[in-house]
C-alpha cells in the first residue's frame, strides 16, 4: 500500500458505516449483532459523531479519525485501533486494547497523533 492511501480518509460503502455516520447507535447495533462477518472500518471517518453506546467489540478502525467524537463509554478493547487518531475526544469511561499504552491514547487526545501498539514480549 502506497504512503498516500495509508493513510487517507476513506469513503466505506457498507450500511453499518451509514448508520454510525448518522449517529443511529441503537440501528448499529441491532444490525451488527445480525452479522457473521463484520466490515473493516479502517481509515473510516468518524470525526465530530456521537458514537455513544456504540458496540465496538471485534471492529476494526485502524487509521479512523476520531477528532472531537464523543466516546465516552464505548468499550474498545477488542477492536483494532492501531493508527487511530482521538484529536479532542471526549473519551470519559473508554476502554482500550491493552496494547495501548496510556501513554499513547494521551498523546494522541491531546495533539492528534496516531496511535501504535507495544510490542508485547513474546
Known amino acids: 500500500m502506497d504512503d498516500k492511501s495509508e ?22 447495533n441491532t444490525q451488527k449483532a445480525k452479522l457473521s462477518e463484520l466490515p473493516s ?21 485502524r487509521h479512523a ?12 478493547s477488542k477492536s483494532r485501533m492501531e493508527g487511530s487518531s482521538i484529536a479532542s475526544a471526549k473519551i470519559s469511561g473508554c476502554y482500550f486494547p491493552h496494547r495501548l499504552h496510556a501513554d499513547e491514547i494521551v ?6 497523533t496516531r496511535m501504535r501498539y507495544a510490542i508485547l514480549p513474546k
Not at 42 to 57: I, T
Not at 69 to 76: E, I, K, M, T
Not at 107 to 112: E, P, R, T, V
Open 107 to 112: 498523546m494522541s487526545l491531546n495533539h492528534g
Open 41 to 61: 472500518f479502517a481509515h473510516g471517518d468518524f470525526r465530530g459523531l456521537d458514537l455513544r453506546g456504540m458496540d465496538a467489540q471485534g471492529l476494526d478502525f
Open 7 to 28: 493513510h487517507d480518509v476513506q469513503q466505506i460503502s457498507h450500511p453499518l458505516y451509514e448508520l454510525l455516520r448518522s449517529e443511529d447507535i441503537k440501528a448499529f
Open 65 to 76: 479519525y476520531f477528532r472531537g467524537a464523543d466516546l465516552r463509554g464505548v468499550d474498545f
